[in-house]
């Protein structure tokens, strides 16, 4: 692998960096209430008008047409100037993947600008009280209607839905076990009974979903009737591969860890600790460069999305031992310490994962 970077790369990471040192936003209240839901809105759209919201797409769309290994370099810069959290990230990162896969013409037409542009924000709308990580079990369905479908059943845990305009999500349409027989939607939350999940803070990062007999035209359905499972599978390759977690967000992270230390002169013991962490988040960032230069993505996703979301943990949690006490007061390393111990189980448990690794990298037996 080439580890140097060629002059329209480095161009484009000046670029970026300076847009970023001159408009990048200080701290926004949470995205988890209405206020701070809308103030990260209002970012997007500075962002989008910059052509920063999507760099990778094509330019008709919003972005920059810039490559991947562009896009890395980007979130390492934006990560790097503390710039908030993506409140669209469920439309641009995980939606929009399998849209320009499996959609129509006619719906990225009608999706993505908005996407991109925050005009419309998008909720998940995964998993059920009972089908969490074994995603097939659900029971949520879809009945035929004139001109499109009606959708029944419950959805939880449903990211950014308290405030979300719409939602993706899969359904049971046809009876068939399982894997099969499973529809791929996008709806309007319009219609849907949205009730908010408070967090330990109070705060309705998620939502349940209650459909009883909602419309959803046939112009919705994103890909073939009865084959929602191999798209929802390309939409949770990319939640658990680079697309939602980039090398540059844990960089910044491991960075700011090392500067805490500078300031706070741990013992050696806890320093080397320190080194060891910083030097595993500049190992998955090099690995993904890696990967994206030889296009090695697929069911390797699983093992980093194991690495980084329990490098995540650990980073946060030298933090909080580095800060003692005062750590235990609210701030932003607390508040990322409980917000990486989700990381092994959204987009499916390190223990599904770890399976899936066994079984599609290793070649072990079931």
Same mark, same amino acid.
Request: hydrophobic share 40%; net charge negative; aromatic share 12%.
């Given at each position: 692998?080439?580890?140097?970077?060629?002059?329209?790369?480095?161009?484009?990471? $000046?670029?970026?960096?300076?847009? +970023?040192?001159?408009?990048?936003?200080?701290?926004?209240?949470?995205?988890?209430?209405?206020?701070?839901?809308?103030?990260?809105?209002?970012?997007?759209?500075?962002?989008?008008?910059?052509?920063? !919201?999507?760099?990778?797409?094509?330019?008709?769309?919003?972005?920059?047409?810039?490559?991947?290994?562009?896009?890395?370099?980007?979130?390492?810069?934006?990560?790097?100037?503390?710039?908030?959290?993506?409140?669209?990230?469920?439309? #641009?990162?995980?939606?929009?993947?399998?849209?320009?896969?499996?959609?129509?013409?006619?719906?990225?037409?009608?999706? +993505? &600008?908005?996407?991109? &542009?925050?005009?419309? #924000?998008? $909720?998940?709308?995964?998993?059920?009280?009972?089908?969490?990580?074994?995603?097939?079990?659900?029971?949520?369905? $879809?009945?035929?209607?004139?001109?499109?479908?009606?959708?029944?059943? &419950?959805?939880?845990?449903?990211?950014?839905?308290?405030?979300?305009?719409?939602?993706?999500?899969?359904?049971?349409?046809?009876?068939?076990?399982?894997?099969?027989?499973?529809?791929?939607?996008?709806?309007?939350?319009?219609?849907?009974? #949205?009730?908010?999940?408070?967090?330990?803070?109070?705060?309705?990062?998620?939502?349940?979903?209650?459909?009883?007999?909602?419309?959803?035209?046939?112009?919705?359905?994103?890909?073939?009737?009865?084959?929602?499972?191999?798209?929802?599978?390309?939409?949770? !390759?990319?939640?658990?591969?680079?697309?939602?977690?980039?090398?540059?967000?844990?960089?910044?992270?491991?960075?700011?860890?090392?500067?805490?230390? &500078?300031?706070?002169?741990?013992?050696?013991? +806890?320093?080397?600790?320190?080194?060891?962490?910083?030097?595993?988040?500049?190992?998955?960032?090099?690995?993904?460069?890696?990967?994206?230069?030889?296009?090695?993505? @697929? !069911?390797?996703?699983?093992?980093?999305?194991?690495?980084? !979301?329990?490098?995540?943990?650990?980073?946060?949690?030298?933090?909080?031992?580095?800060?003692?006490?005062?750590?235990?007061?609210?701030?932003?390393?607390?508040?990322?310490?409980?917000?990486?111990?989700? @990381?092994?189980?959204?987009?499916?448990?390190?223990?599904?994962?770890?399976?899936?690794?066994?079984?599609?990298?290793?070649?072990?037996?079931?």
């Amino acid at each position: 692998m080439d580890l140097e970077f060629t002059e329209a790369e480095r161009e484009f990471r $000046a670029e970026a960096r300076d847009w +970023l040192a001159a408009n990048a936003p200080g701290p926004l209240p949470s995205m988890d209430t209405r206020d701070g839901f809308e103030a990260h809105r209002e970012w997007e759209h500075r962002l989008a008008e910059a052509r920063y !919201s999507v760099v990778s797409w094509p330019v008709e769309y919003g972005g920059r047409a810039a490559t991947r290994i562009e896009w890395l370099i980007f979130e390492e810069e934006y990560w790097a100037a503390g710039a908030p959290g993506r409140v669209s990230q469920n439309g #641009i990162f995980l939606l929009a993947p399998v849209l320009f896969t499996y959609g129509t013409a006619a719906q990225r037409e009608r999706f +993505l &600008r908005r996407m991109a &542009r925050a005009d419309d #924000i998008w $909720a998940q709308a995964w998993s059920e009280p009972e089908a969490g990580s074994d995603l097939a079990s659900l029971t949520a369905r $879809a009945e035929p209607a004139p001109g499109g479908w009606r959708l029944y059943g &419950r959805k939880t845990w449903s990211s950014r839905a308290a405030y979300a305009d719409w939602g993706f999500g899969l359904f049971r349409s046809h009876d068939q076990p399982r894997h099969k027989g499973l529809t791929y939607f996008m709806f309007s939350l319009d219609e849907v009974e #949205i009730r908010p999940i408070p967090q330990l803070d109070g705060e309705p990062g998620f939502a349940e979903l209650y459909f009883d007999g909602v419309f959803v035209p046939d112009d919705q359905v994103l890909g073939t009737p009865g084959e929602g499972w191999r798209i929802a599978m390309a939409t949770t !390759s990319s939640e658990r591969g680079l697309t939602l977690r980039s090398p540059g967000r844990f960089m910044a992270t491991a960075d700011r860890l090392v500067r805490l230390a &500078r300031e706070l002169d741990p013992d050696p013991a +806890l320093a080397d600790q320190i080194a060891r962490a910083w030097l595993d988040a500049e190992a998955y960032r090099l690995h993904t460069y890696r990967a994206v230069a030889e296009g090695e993505l @697929g !069911s390797a996703t699983s093992m980093g999305k194991v690495f980084w !979301s329990e490098l995540d943990i650990r980073l946060h949690t030298l933090a909080l031992q580095l800060l003692g006490e005062r750590g235990v007061v609210a701030g932003p390393w607390l508040d990322g310490y409980l917000f990486s111990l989700a @990381g092994p189980i959204y987009a499916g448990t390190n223990e599904i994962q770890r399976t899936i690794v066994a079984e599609r990298v290793l070649g072990l037996p079931r």
